[in-house]
Antibody
């Protein structure tokens, strides 16, 4: 059974940093497209970043230059390093696998506020 | 990339059928058969219901079906049940853009 489990969310001040983790079981992170998708409170879904199996990474314009997606193959874990955080980055962050977002984690809430 | 356009809300009675539309452009919905649909209950993660316009993942009820005409994709739910009440999102995964979401109310 495929399971994704995010962690690392919390309250951070504007301009601060946070790293989210997504631990996978039941499949291999390095063999799949792995995405981060976020959802601001009461809003819709917004794709944030992807890392391909070959290691290429792509980002939404809203986070480019501030967020970095990476993975640790030995830990079968996906990461999202978030720097220079803004109030508008407040959201539940989900990791989702594959090109069609076929499996999702339960989400991790990031709140950016002073 | 601009979000795909969905109606904000739709409603139907138990047993009825409803259709949710998702309008894009020839650069996304209209140009490729790469449209997916997700169901999200309050406080829960989204769940994949349809991909490649018409394909249901294993375990998804055959009451859910997808189609496309031109730049508009559609999700149809037949035999509406109370448990279908949720938010529904479409996506064009060629450019990783989502629709704004549609709240389905089962009357």
């Amino acid at each position: 059974e495929v399971q994704l489990m995010e962690s690392g969310g919390g309250l951070v001040q504007p301009g601060g940093s946070l790293r989210l983790s997504c631990a996978a079981s039941g499949f291999t992170v390095s063999s799949n497209y792995m995405n981060w998708v976020r959802q601001a409170p009461g809003k819709g879904l917004e794709w944030v970043a992807v890392i391909y199996s070959e290691g290429n990474t792509y980002y939404a314009d809203s986070v480019k230059g501030r967020f970095t997606v990476s993975r640790d193959n030995s830990k079968n874990t996906l990461y999202l390093q978030m720097n220079s955080l803004r109030a508008e980055d407040t959201a539940v962050y989900y990791c989702a696998s594959g090109m069609v977002f076929d499996y999702w984690g339960q989400g991790s809430l990031v709140t950016v506020s002073s | 990339q601009s979000a795909l356009t969905q109606p904000a809300s739709v409603s139907g009675s138990p047993g009825q059928s409803i259709t949710i539309s998702c309008t894009g452009t020839s650069s996304d919905v209209g140009g490729y058969n790469y449209v997916s649909w997700y169901q999200q209950h309050p406080g829960k993660a989204p769940k994949l219901m349809i991909y490649d316009v018409t394909t249901r993942p294993s375990g998804v009820s055959n009451r859910f079906s997808g189609s496309k005409s031109g730049n508009t994709a559609s999700l149809t739910i037949s035999g509406l049940q109370a448990e279908d009440e949720a938010d529904y999102y479409c996506s064009s995964y060629t450019n990783r853009v989502f629709g704004g979401g549609t709240k389905l109310t089962v009357l």
